[in-house]
């Protein structure tokens, strides 16, 4: 035979078993959608570091072809003149 006490607590128990499972619901729902959008952000982030890689190894050509034609301008200008 259980008295009115016990059966109260063990009321209270379920009660807070059922709100600690709605809890860690709520938390396992937002660290999937928190894990999701984590993932879509990292995605993003490699995308950006190869864009930026791409424009690094673009600007070295350019300056690279920059001091090209710099060099041809002091090296002694147009060659069709000189004979």
């Known amino acids: 035979?259980?008295?009115p006490r016990?059966?109260?607590t063990r009321r209270q128990a379920a009660a807070e078993k059922a709100d600690i499972d709605t809890?860690?619901?709520q938390r396992k729902l937002e660290q999937e959608a928190s894990g999701t959008q984590?993932?879509?952000l990292e995605a993003e982030w490699y995308e950006l570091v190869a864009k930026n890689k791409a424009i690094q190894a673009a600007i070295a050509a350019t300056e690279h072809q920059v001091a090209g034609?710099?060099?041809?301008q002091k090296g002694g200008g147009d060659d069709t003149m000189q004979e």
């Open 38 to 40: 984590l993932r879509a």
């Open 69 to 72: 034609l710099q060099g041809d």
């Open 1 to 3: 035979m259980t008295t």
């Open 6 to 8: 016990t059966r109260r």
């Open 23 to 25: 809890l860690n619901q």
